[in-house]
């Protein structure tokens, strides 16, 4: 499966399935861990791409 990050709204991350268009909405916590409201399939992966997408956004912001 193909999955991609298509936006970020405050607390909200959502990732969209490229083969079936399904859209998976990922809720940051205050522990920045990534809770899933959503329909069941493919969510491992979802969620790897939302947490992967989270740890990009880190080393961006990180001080040197």
Do not use: C, W
């Not at 409201?37 to 961006?60: C, H, M, N, T, Y």
Request: proline fraction near 5%; charged fraction near 25%.
């Amino acid at each position: 499966m193909s999955f991609h990050v298509v936006r970020r709204e405050r607390a909200n991350i959502f990732v969209v399935n490229r083969h079936t268009y399904e859209t998976y909405r990922f809720t940051i916590g205050d522990d920045v861990a990534v809770a899933h409201i959503g329909p069941p399939s493919d969510l491992s992966e979802a969620r790897r791409v939302a947490i992967a997408f989270l740890a990009q956004g880190e080393k961006e912001n990180a001080p040197r």
